[in-house]
């Protein structure tokens, strides 16, 4: 291409080419500005071309018009700096309608106010490597982040998305942003929550549908994410989190004190700081299924690592008395008071289906999946996972006041250090029609209970104590083994009744008990092993191999490293004394089997079960009236 300049330009004369470029003669020569000529941006065109560099059927458009395919809040202004707030270019780009990018910031962007979509076919999309955004607000204010919303209309808003951000709720500390607790609370609120997607502003149900979240980071929210009246919504590889350890903290950024956990109000006065939250409750007047088709995928959680031990930490909680179709795939959480917490309230549906599936609740404190009232004719199903707890923690799985509920897929249930005797794996309570059906537990006081429920099926479990190279020298002695499945009431009448109990497989340590010697004098026995691993409050099956002690199960008082004494009175034997040097072996030992408690427990079925009586004291205890057989009981 020929360009023609003008003939005699004098310094600073500026051009506009046939090409579409500008130019400046700076006195010798003419040096083009890089930029297209602002009257003919307009009218620039581009084509797609096809494979073979020929023009295809593509209509020709103007830079212009392509341009305003594609909206960037840089583009309102935006500029990512950490300082200046953003919060009007964000909500610029986004009353355009349409889907806004949103560049990685240098360092991050700054907001002071939730950025609300309450249109369909829109959303925030980060980079993938996530964008940066530091919601900034007052000691003494809440707000969300992001809300997807629907207005006070017949309206709804479907098809919002939000995509690869990292979001951090920081307060406003004398002009510095500043990484502070929670401010928690015993109601939970929108306005607490990092991300919200709700209805509940509608006229109709349903009112939000087929939103989905990706790739989002949340820190130092006292609640991550919030669901409400929505239906076909998903959530994939989100986190939420806190920044920092709040452990210490006995108040919260605005002043109000955490209620103490010993405190005997705890449970209506309590704070919560919850990952993601669902809310089961119906506000729009005659409607349904306030929460149906949710999936929450590859999700984590791990906010419990940080909060204040007195504030109730859960990581999935559903509350609310209609929630159909929750389903949560290979969701994580760690560290956290309770993984799941599910509580049906005055639950009337019979539509119930939430679906765990192949869940991780690690470190957890009290339980891994707590449920209660989950009274209709649908189900809680948990499939596969592993759930190991702390030396606090309670059972496994609790299930009370429901029906229906499903614990399969191979879950694998462990206890390793825990020396209480409401160390459980899954623990069922007031129930009835459940399951625990084909799934793996180990190193646990009691494996599977059932305290007034009926109609259960326990079946095709594996249940064994300790594995090689587990517990102190390799000994595995640890956990207390009591009991592998019980079946009892409470004592007051109400029983555990109608229950099969079908083709378990049971035993206690799968280690060589160790050998060592013992001396007794008067009620105390001393035995010696070098390094023997023991501590205090530690519990052994004693073998006594020579001597008239008497075998069982016995509580630990550690001497040195190399003693510890047992009470004989734990093995029910006259004083006696035998002189140091006898021999015996400590391992570990189911006390019970299955242990059918009391009289009520009735018309219960044990058949087919497999029972190692080398390493279960009892196999079997049978105080009702129940059917037993066909059990394989063999050393």
């Given at each position: 291409m020929t360009l023609n300049f003008p003939a005699s330009p004098s310094t600073g004369d500026v051009h506009n080419a046939s090409n579409n470029l500008q130019y400046h003669f700076d006195g010798v020569k003419w040096i083009s500005q890089g930029a297209y000529n602002t009257s003919t941006i307009n009218t620039l065109n581009f084509t797609q071309l096809a494979a073979d560099g020929a023009a295809n059927a593509a209509t020709a458009r103007s830079i212009q018009d392509k341009l305003q395919d594609f909206v960037s809040v840089k583009d309102f202004g935006a500029k990512g700096d950490g300082s200046t707030d953003d919060t009007a270019a964000f909500k610029a780009a986004i009353a355009t309608g349409k889907a806004v990018y949103i560049p990685k910031g240098s360092p991050y962007y700054k907001i002071t106010d939730t950025l609300t979509i309450n249109t369909s076919h829109q959303g925030l999309i980060g980079d993938k490597g996530l964008s940066e955004i530091w919601l900034v607000l007052p000691t003494n204010v809440d707000k969300s982040a992001i809300a997807v919303v629907a207005p006070a209309t017949n309206a709804t808003v479907e098809y919002v998305f939000i995509e690869n951000l990292y979001i951090k709720l920081k307060r406003d500390i004398n002009g510095t942003a500043t990484d502070k607790i929670p401010n928690y609370s015993h109601t939970i609120t929108e306005n607490l929550a990092g991300v919200v997607v709700s209805g509940n502003a509608s006229l109709r149900t349903h009112a939000v549908q087929n939103a989905k979240l990706t790739n989002i980071r949340l820190g130092n929210f006292a609640v991550g994410f919030y669901f409400t009246d929505v239906v076909s919504t998903s959530v994939y590889k989100c986190w939420n989190q806190n920044l920092v350890s709040f452990a210490s903290e006995i108040a919260t950024t605005d002043g109000r004190t955490i209620p103490l956990r010993s405190a005997g109000d705890y449970e209506s006065t309590k704070f919560w700081g919850v990952g993601y939250y669902f809310d089961a409750t119906t506000y729009a007047t005659g409607a349904i299924s306030p929460l149906a088709s949710i999936e929450v995928v590859e999700t984590d959680e791990s906010r419990g690592e940080g909060d204040p031990s007195d504030v109730e930490t859960v990581s999935y909680l559903i509350v609310g008395g209609?929630?159909?179709?929750?389903?949560?795939?290979?969701?994580?959480?760690?560290?956290?008071?309770?993984?799941?917490?599910?509580?049906?309230?005055?639950?009337?549906?019979?539509?119930?289906?939430?679906?765990?599936?192949?869940?991780?609740?690690?470190?957890?404190?009290?339980?891994?999946?707590?449920?209660?009232?989950?009274?209709?004719?649908?189900?809680?199903?948990?499939?596969?996972?592993?759930?190991?707890?702390?030396?606090?923690?309670?059972?496994?799985?609790?299930?009370?006041?429901?029906?229906?509920?499903?614990?399969?897929?191979g879950t694998q249930i462990l206890g390793l250090t825990n020396e209480t005797t409401f160390d459980d794996g899954v623990f069922i309570k007031d129930s009835s029609c459940c399951s625990v059906v084909g799934n793996r537990f180990a190193n646990l006081s009691y494996a599977i209970s059932l305290e007034n429920s009926n109609l259960c099926t326990i079946q095709g479990n594996i249940i064994n104590g300790a594995t090689a190279g587990v517990g102190p020298a390799g000994s595995a002695v640890i956990p207390r083994l009591i009991e592998a499945i019980r079946v009892f009431g409470d004592g007051s009448g109400r029983?555990?009744?109608?229950?099969?109990?079908?083709?378990?497989?049971?035993?206690?340590?799968?280690?060589?008990?160790?050998?060592?010697?013992?001396?007794?004098?008067?009620?105390?026995?001393?035995?010696?092993?070098?390094?023997?691993?023991?501590?205090?409050?530690?519990?052994?099956?004693?073998?006594?191999?020579?001597?008239?002690?008497?075998?069982?199960?016995?509580?630990?008082?550690?001497?040195?490293?190399?003693?510890?004494?047992?009470?004989?009175?734990?093995?029910?034997?006259?004083?006696?004394?035998?002189?140091?040097?006898?021999?015996?072996?400590?391992?570990?030992?189911?006390?019970?089997?299955?242990?059918?408690?009391?009289?009520?427990?009735?018309?219960?079925?044990?058949?087919?079960?497999?029972?190692?009586?080398?390493?279960?004291?009892?196999?079997?205890?049978?105080?009702?009236?129940?059917?037993?057989t066909n059990n394989n009981i063999t050393d």
């Open positions: 209609d929630p159909r179709d929750i389903f949560f795939q290979r969701a994580e959480c760690a560290h956290s008071d309770y993984g799941w917490y599910i509580d049906g309230g005055a639950n009337l549906d019979f539509n119930w289906d939430i679906q765990i599936f192949r869940p991780i609740a690690d470190q957890i404190k009290i339980n891994g999946v707590y449920a209660k009232r989950i009274a209709g004719a649908g189900s809680l199903t948990i499939n596969g996972g592993y759930f190991v707890g702390t030396a606090t923690a309670k059972a496994a799985i609790q299930i009370e006041n429901s029906n229906g509920v499903v614990v399969t897929g029983s555990s009744s109608r229950n099969s109990i079908i083709g378990n497989t049971l035993r206690g340590s799968d280690t060589t008990p160790v050998a060592a010697t013992y001396g007794q004098s008067g009620t105390t026995i001393t035995v010696t092993k070098a390094n023997h691993g023991l501590d205090t409050g530690e519990f052994v099956y004693m073998d006594f191999t020579s001597g008239a002690a008497v075998d069982g199960q016995y509580s630990v008082t550690k001497l040195n490293d190399d003693q510890f004494t047992v009470l004989e009175s734990d093995g029910a034997n006259p004083s006696a004394t035998i002189s140091s040097g006898s021999t015996c072996t400590f391992g570990a030992r189911y006390s019970l089997g299955i242990n059918i408690g009391g009289s009520n427990d009735i018309k219960n079925v044990l058949v087919g079960n497999v029972i190692d009586a080398g390493t279960i004291i009892t196999p079997i205890s049978n105080s009702g009236t129940n059917t037993s």
